[in-house]
């Protein structure tokens, strides 16, 4: 290694003096760097993070051959603060061991206490898992996922019933769609860093049984604050999945496969808001059931996801697997000292606050890649949402079509999205085409491949849809119908691409990247139904389309130019990664 190379790959020595702790959802534990064999992979770089310059592969394999160099790099790595530094942060004086015993000193070599992997091909690693068991998992997860997405838009129909019911506006009612889509911007921020350091597992049980407490409320709400209330309750606690998911992915799946996993859970997110609102319509529409019933099947199949996630989840994190590891060992032995690296963590308030909250604001709105690409996301996520107007105006209001006959056409949404989800899969042979002349590290322009053509799909998209849509004597429906394939495929590329480059750009911070960009994507989200029905009325169809398929129009250069000036950028970036 050059002397250069190993100056910009080597912590500091003021970083190891000082850093006593690293955010949850952004740092790995010793069993993800020294003990754990796959994530010395490059693209597996996107679960650490620390404040301080990359490092690599080979400088950890150099320093894990030292115990003293290997435990030091550890506690730079987690955040683990040594005794006189934990000592030395507390105001009040050492308290005694009582009955003048002297404090034992620290045991001098820690590491035969530590556990660890037991090599590569461990077959508790999830890594190693049978493939049925690894599809099972993402069945159970995915399922959890779906019952989340599907409550976020299935309340869309009843909105006039709602309104009539409680005796408020049409906006108000609104509200219970946007309030929680609000939650997706505020939960993730609690979950990720509670999936990090508890693990997977617990934190999925509890999201699913808050979610699906709730939405019952919601539907046994007997006025309108409660339902608002239950709601935007639901969407905070919910929105565990839209995190912890494609983190339980990520402990799956290597890099080679993940990109492809990745794609399949951003088609569930996107698709499912779109297919709910079919089924509630027919719901909304059978007098026995109405409006509530969209929330109890919600909750019904929110508890079907908890029951599978109770019952046959295995937690995937590697350093809780660790964990349950060295508890097992110490209840057989007796021996205590027995532990797993992530026992180690030193985490306070300040540091949750500082590295889970602050630091994805500050990037999202100060880093060029990172703000242009959430921008262009939080668009096409908010025209998913106002989708659920501008569907019903046209196929309702325009072509006379009823009841649940008249979300169907969201069909052609779903097909361009399955359409453009299979575009990615074939693109990702590029991706890892381009990473294997890199020497097997990410190329990050080479994930903007689909979004070339979805940025283009999608304006063509919503201008054929409210053009052909406005004038139902000359179109028939199945023209702005068709539609469909065209914004699909734009939504679910431009999605999918964003999120894998913003990955590959910022790997160790990638966490606060993707949790700026949710955040962004959430609150745009959340205001876009409560004006949609004022534009398109106001405005006209097919001029309200017009605007909003300019603005796609414009957003078409940022792939192009990323893809062409986005090294030169990163390399000037604070944060994000060249490799």
């Known amino acids: 290694m050059s002397e250069d190379h190993s100056k910009e790959s080597t912590l500091p020595k003021e970083e190891l ?4 702790s690293v955010s949850a959802n952004e740092n790995t534990s010793n069993s993800d760097v020294a003990e754990n064999p796959h994530s010395l992979e490059a693209d597996d770089i996107e679960s650490q993070a620390q404040d301080e310059e990359p490092f690599f592969a080979d400088d950890l394999e150099r320093a894990d ?23 030395a942060s507390y105001k009040t004086p050492m308290p005694s061991m009582g009955l003048d015993k002297e404090i034992p000193k620290d045991y001098p070599d820690a590491e035969p206490y530590t ?16 493939m049925k068991k690894k599809a099972f998992t993402c069945a159970c997860i995915g399922l959890n996922t779906a019952g989340v997405a599907f409550g976020s838009s299935v309340f869309s129909p009843g909105i006039t019933e709602v309104a009539s019911a409680y005796h408020v506006g049409r906006v108000v009612a609104t509200l219970g769609i946007s309030l929680y889509v609000l939650g997706f911007a505020t939960g993730p921020v609690i979950w990720a860093p509670l999936s990090e350091l508890y693990g997977r597992r617990p934190v999925l049980i509890l999201s699913c049984l808050g979610f699906v407490c709730f939405t019952f409320a919601t539907a046994t709400a007997k006025d309108i604050q409660t339902v608002m209330l239950c709601r935007v309750f639901a969407g905070i606690i919910g929105a565990a999945p839209l995190v912890v998911v494609p983190a339980s992915f990520a402990d799956l799946f290597g890099p080679t496969q993940r990109g492809k996993a990745i794609t399949i859970f951003s088609i569930a997110v996107f698709a499912v808001p779109l297919a709910a609102p079919v089924a509630g319509a027919f719901i909304v529409n059978n007098h026995k059931l109405r409006w509530r019933w969209t929330e109890y099947v919600t909750g019904i199949i929110g508890s079907f996801g908890l029951a599978l996630i109770t019952l046959f989840f295995e937690e995937t994190h590697h350093p809780i697997i660790l964990v349950n590891k060295a508890r097992e060992i110490k209840k057989r032995t ?11 963590f030193e985490l306070s308030i300040k540091d949750i606050v500082e590295k889970n909250i602050s630091r994805p604001l500050i990037m999202v709105f100060t880093e060029p890649i990172l703000f242009l690409i959430s921008f262009y996301n939080a668009f096409v996520y908010g025209i998913l949402y106002l989708l659920l107007t501008a569907y019903p105006l046209i196929f309702a209001g325009k072509y006379g079509m009823s009841g649940g006959v008249a979300y169907l056409p969201y069909f052609g949404l779903i097909i361009g999205m399955i359409i453009g989800g299979s575009y990615c899969f074939f693109c990702e042979g590029y991706y890892l085409r381009d990473m294997k002349k890199n020497g097997g590290k990410p190329m990050p322009e080479s994930r903007l491949y689909p979004l070339f053509v979805g940025s283009v799909s999608f304006p063509v998209g919503m201008l054929w849809l409210t053009w052909t849509g406005n004038y139902p004597d000359k179109c028939h429906w199945m023209v702005p119908t068709t539609s469909g394939l065209f914004i699909g495929f734009g939504l679910i590329t431009i999605f999918n691409s964003s999120i894998n480059y913003v990955i590959d ?21 959340c205001a876009f139904p409560l004006f949609s029905v004022q534009m398109f009325e106001g405005m006209g169809i097919n001029w309200a389309g017009l605007l909003l398929g300019l603005v796609g129009a414009v957003l078409i250069p940022v792939p192009f130019l990323f893809y062409r000036y986005g090294r030169k950028i990163r390399e000037k970036s604070k944060y994000a990664f060249v490799l």
Not at 334 to 344: K, R, S, T, V, Y
Request: glycine share 6%; net charge negative.
């Open 65 to 87: 051959t030292n115990t003293g160099a290997s435990r030091q790099l550890s506690r730079a790595l987690t955040g683990v603060s040594t005794p006189a530094e934990v000592d």
């Open 115 to 130: 556990v660890s992997f037991d090599g590569p091909d461990d077959p508790i690693h999830p890594h190693n898992w049978p």
């Open 17 to 20: 003096d000082n850093n006593s």
């Open 334 to 344: 007796g021996n205590w000292l027995i532990h797993a690296p992530h026992d180690e």
């Open 505 to 525: 750009c910022y790997l160790i911070f990638a966490a606060s990247a993707i949790a700026g960009n949710t955040f962004l994507r959430s609150i745009t989200a």
